[in-house]
């Protein structure tokens, strides 16, 4: 089992900033990749960033240019930097492990609402 605990989350208003962070623990061991998932009220969840264990990062068009992904292995957590922070990007923020065939676990959520 994977637990994640996800912080940072809050209002701001359209272009500003906000850092969202995820630990990381348990069986953390052969995580391939972590990332941010968002799901806005009546949408489904949708893909934000993901980053893998080697580092490299893939981005949603939406958030390419404003938001970076990173990770600090030390400490075992991922951060969303979220900046020119747009009302659409309002939702709420979810962190994922994959661990391929040993399955994906989830946070628990943090929200993120853009006031314009």
């Known amino acids: 089992q994977v637990q994640l605990v996800e912080s940072g989350g809050g209002l701001v208003q359209a272009g500003g900033s906000l850092r969202l962070s995820c630990a990381a623990s348990g069986s953390i061991d052969s995580i391939n990749a972590m990332g941010w998932y968002r799901q806005a009220p009546g949408k489904q969840r949708e893909f934000v960033a993901t980053?893998?264990?080697?580092?490299?990062?893939n981005y949603a068009d939406s958030v390419k240019g404003r938001f970076t992904i990173s990770r600090d292995n030390a400490k075992k957590t991922v951060y969303l930097q979220m900046n020119s922070l747009k009302p659409e990007d309002t939702a709420v923020y979810y962190c994922?492990?994959?661990?391929?065939?040993?399955?994906?676990?989830w946070g628990q959520g943090t929200q993120v609402t853009v006031s314009s």
């Open positions: 980053i893998t264990s080697r580092g490299s990062t």
């Open positions: 994922n492990a994959d661990k391929g065939i040993m399955g994906r676990y």
